[in-house]
């Protein structure tokens, strides 16, 4: 009953950094062989699964779109040099432009260039999912570089027929009661929002894998936003009850503070969880309530469905300066903060993991713990607040209060609380009650 995840070392975050530097130059979208390729490189830390969605297949109000790929893409100018060139960067390229190979004049081919002139030196990221058109990304600095003339103009992308493409691992527990975890999976050169997430997750669904029992079986989803998610519970919804706990993770890797959103419902396990967790853990963190804007929280809590699932991130979307540029890259996520993040993420699920609810066997009256040795037994830790635990957890075992209720009552964290319940266990005076 009580769940250990092996520590994580800083060298953990090292490595997970290098992965995200190996998945950086990936052209990704919501569909297409930069999901699948991306996929395929995390098959290698997790053993986890690609489904495909045929395009067409009705998902709720939506239709899985066409698949969209992307071989090469430039701006020329009359001398033939590349002045803009998608394999530089995969942000180059609006995603999801039709194809296109035509010369054009600078005037003409203004309207299809998209620049940040307060942030000259950045790539802006731009997508054109549902509206048929194609345009390029480029530094300011790069644009007033180009001076009037005709320019060579070429996408070599394609929108056909094809799949939408996700991955799933489930580690199976003690239950089918399940945890779901998800992150998008469709931003191309962008590390915090996008890869940050896909590689805290796999990271996660190690961990988990090594530890010998888990309660609760594990659900982790990599899915291109807003359509992945929706497609996934559109196909998964005799199963949704499962789902006990979630979360989105997303802009995990940067060193800013912690930042939870809660699930719609605001008061699920998951959501005290989270706040139990962060609020103890001694970091700075912010606790907002749930908002329909945001990440795949938005379908995962949408009314119909309503599923207990908060999002998990450090400095949120739209509140770093380069959120959606170039500038989210190899330098702001950093292995130190992504070491933090799996620690912290580690500690949600121990928390979920041994809230259970016990019974005191011997409640007329404090029973004596002197004589059971049980002050003793908490020796070794520092003391006073071992005791005060204990008398927690028993005057609270009454049937009713799980641990988390108790460690929130008693502001005590929830390791000391789990810590007292374990030592009242073995000296007879606590029973589990089966959920
Ligand atoms: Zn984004």
Redesign the pocket.
Known sequence: MHWMSRNVLPEEGVELHRLVSELHPICRSITGDGVRESLRQLQREVPLELHEVPTGTRVFDWEVPREWNIRDAFIKDSQGRRVVDFRQSSLHVVSYSVPVHRRMKRTELLPHLHTLPDRPDWIP?RTSYYEETWGFCLTHRQLEAMPDGEYEVCIDSTLAAGHLTYGELTLPGETENEVLISS?CC?PA?CN??LSGMVIGAALARHLSETPRRRYSYRFLWLP?TIGPITWLAQHEDMLPRIRHGLVLTCVGDPGRFTYKRSRRGDAEIDRAVKHVLGGSGHDCEIQDFTPQGYDERQYCSPGINLPVGCFMRTP?GRYPE??TSADDLTLVTPEALTGTLRQLLRVVAVLEGNHRFLNLNPKGEPQLGRRGLYRLMGGTTGERHEEALLWVLNFSDGTHSLLDIAERSQLRFEVIEHAALALIRSGLLRAIEP
Request: glycine content about 10%.
């Open positions: 990221y998008h931003h962008l929002d996008n936003g979307n959120y959606h």
